[in-house]
């Protein structure tokens, strides 16, 4: 089954410090991955898919199949990175519906 | 447009209460999702529509929520006998044609359900 794991609740670093949010995934065949994020009073959103293979907000993710892994990183993490972040997936081949992580809580202090 | 909008935004019942939650998509998508969310937990699914057809429902569907898209608009989830279990947050999402896959989801608000 279909499974994405982020074993992390919380990650907090000082302003500054590079940033690897974890995620680990399961799936039958080659997935299309997702970070969503979402800012304290703000809706959540998705902020990259591996299949853009662009930076956002200075994130990168790099898909590794090799290790089932699709972590979410940063070289200098900013005060309004603070968020929650959740890796996702589809649910199935047909791509229905996404599964989420549970979630990993990004704290940037100063 | 104003993206997606949930109503009501929290709703407070009594255990054994039935309550409904309606959710209007972005206009120009014909695919809504509902999801939901408990505290410490990332969002769960629960059903899904194309237009008006209801294609795929998750085993947390218990026989207690229904939900419809009746003009392939707006959509309700309605849940029956709530019960305390059932407090959370309720997700609903659009996307366009392609889902996942393809495009993003675009979420409300949310609506959250408080069980006394």
């Known amino acids: 089954a279909q499974r994405v794991t982020q074993p992390e609740k919380l990650l907090s670093v000082f302003k500054g410090a590079p940033v690897e949010l974890k995620c680990n995934y399961s799936?039958?065949?080659?997935?299309?991955l997702f970070w969503y994020v979402q800012y304290s009073r703000q809706r959540l959103q998705l902020l990259l898919r591996?299949?853009s293979r662009e930076s956002i907000k200075g994130f990168t993710a790099d898909l590794n199949k090799g290790e089932t892994s699709f972590h979410l990183k940063k070289p200098f993490a900013q005060e309004e990175d603070s968020a929650m972040y959740y890796c996702?997936?589809?649910?199935?081949?047909?791509?229905?519906?996404?599964?989420f992580g549970k979630g990993t809580t990004l704290s940037v202090s100063s | 447009d104003t993206g997606v909008s949930q109503d009501p935004r929290h709703k407070i019942t009594k255990r054994g209460q039935n309550v409904t939650f309606r959710c209007d998509p972005i206009?120009?998508?014909?695919?809504l999702y509902w999801y939901r969310q408990t505290l410490g937990q990332g969002p769960e699914f629960l059903t899904y529509?194309?237009?008006?057809?209801?294609?795929?429902k998750s085993r947390l569907l218990s026989d207690r929520f229904s939900a419809e898209r009746p003009k392939g608009s707006f959509s309700t989830l309605e849940i029956q006998r709530t019960e305390q279990g059932d407090s959370a947050m309720y997700l609903c999402?659009?996307?366009?044609?392609?889902?996942?896959?393809?495009?993003?989801?675009?979420f409300g608000e949310g609506s959250r359900l408080t069980v006394l």
């Open positions: 206009s120009e998508h014909n695919r």
């Open positions: 999402a659009s996307s366009e044609t392609g889902g996942p896959n393809t495009g993003e989801l675009f």
């Open positions: 591996h299949i």
């Open positions: 529509f194309q237009n008006e057809a209801q294609l795929e």
């Open positions: 799936y039958s065949g080659s997935p299309e």
């Open positions: 996702a997936l589809p649910a199935n081949q047909a791509g229905t519906a996404l599964i």
